[in-house]
């Protein structure tokens, strides 16, 4: 992936739209992504001209970031933008394809319209081409099923029927050059349902981290730690915690594992039997599952100050100057 080719690409053609009219506008509807439907919608002058000059604008300022390949255990802050070929999304791809094309029906946004998934605004023509998508949330599309939306017209109110869409310049994901560029690790395998990278990583990181560890079921606790997003998380921050502590991996062996499961039974984490020896034991149950990526996340702390024992997925490690 070459990174430093895709913010070449975005602040070429960011800083050529930057005064240029906003090229198109659609909206996103359906249950997923895959199903989605794609129309447009037009906007006045003075609106279409600020939409541009937002995306224009957003993109400028994302181009000024430091660009970094897509990787499922990253933790990004707010100066670094996450890259992946367009192509690795599928059905991202597929949608920014029709709407590229733009030769869709206008959006009716009629009570029997679908649910919105996603707002898009194009800008630019040819290659240079950008679009801006908001993923569904806050700010986007919203039915409200018991309050009655009011619309002034001339002194008298009307019922507004269908969806009130809002326009507010923020936006998730942006295409360019045959690239996907985000700021939200999550954004890719949750609102983009392209999981493929997440689900290789979570099952590298469990074979590197376990390999001097005994688990009974451990194949089912590969395929949940593969199909949860949840568990998938947890193996991206055990990833980090590795790569920031390589010295960690070494306590993770099945008899320190076992020792402490002993002796801290309140965790209740089960242990089996298997040809004589003592083992973890994964229980695929949903109150249970997590409780082995827990253990080798050491998530199970102890207060000096309190004498209390906590499970804690999110922490800093503090160290003597």
Do not use: W
């Given at each position: ?6 913010r070449?690409l975005l ?12 090229a ?19 906007l ?5 001209a600020e ?12 181009a000024?970031?430091?660009f970094l390949?897509y990787?499922p ?13 367009l192509?690795?999304?599928?059905e991202?791809?597929?949608l920014?394809e029709?709407?590229r ?18 707002m ?23 039915r409200?099923?018991r309050?009655?939306?009011l ?17 507010e ?5 942006y295409?360019?050059?045959?690239h996907?560029l ?59 915690l590795i790569e ?28 089996a ?6 083992v973890?034991?994964f229980?695929?149950?949903?109150q ?14 102890h207060?000096?100050l ?16």
């Amino acid at each position: 992936m070459n990174t430093e080719k895709a913010r070449e690409l975005l602040a070429a053609a960011s800083e050529k739209q930057s005064a240029a009219a906003v090229a198109g506008n659609f909206v996103i509807r359906g249950g997923t992504l895959a199903d989605a439907q794609v129309t447009r919608f037009d906007l006045d002058n003075g609106l279409a001209a600020e939409v541009a000059s937002d995306v224009a604008g957003a993109a400028a300022a994302l181009a000024e970031k430091q660009f970094l390949a897509y990787d499922p255990s990253y933790q990004t802050d707010s100066g670094q933008v996450l890259v992946e070929a367009l192509e690795d999304i599928p059905e991202l791809a597929a949608l920014d394809e029709v709407v590229r094309g733009g030769d869709v029906g206008f959006d009716t946004g009629d009570s029997e319209s679908a649910s919105v998934l996603a707002m898009a605004h194009i800008i630019g023509s040819g290659a240079a081409r950008i679009v801006a998508y908001r993923m569904k949330g806050p700010g986007i599309a919203t039915r409200r099923a018991r309050a009655i939306p009011l619309l002034p017209r001339d002194g008298v109110y009307r019922r507004v029927d269908g969806d009130i869409l809002y326009y507010e310049p923020r936006f998730d994901v942006y295409t360019c050059g045959g690239h996907a560029l985000f700021t939200t690790v999550s954004l890719i395998h949750t609102k983009l349902q392209a999981d493929r990278k997440a689900r290789h990583m979570a099952r590298k990181t469990l074979k590197q981290v376990t390999k001097d560890i005994a688990i009974d079921g451990y194949p089912d606790l590969e395929a949940a730690v593969m199909d949860d997003p949840t568990m998938r998380a947890k193996m991206a921050a055990i990833a980090r915690l590795i790569e920031n502590d390589p010295d960690y991996r070494a306590n993770l062996t099945t008899d320190k594992l076992v020792t402490f499961v002993q002796a801290y039974p309140d965790y209740n984490i089960p242990l089996a039997q298997v040809q004589g020896r003592t083992v973890l034991a994964f229980d695929p149950s949903p109150q249970h599952r997590h409780q082995i990526p827990r253990l080798l996340a050491d998530d199970y702390l102890h207060s000096y100050l309190t004498n209390r024992r906590y499970e804690a997925g999110s922490k800093q490690r503090v160290q003597a100057e």
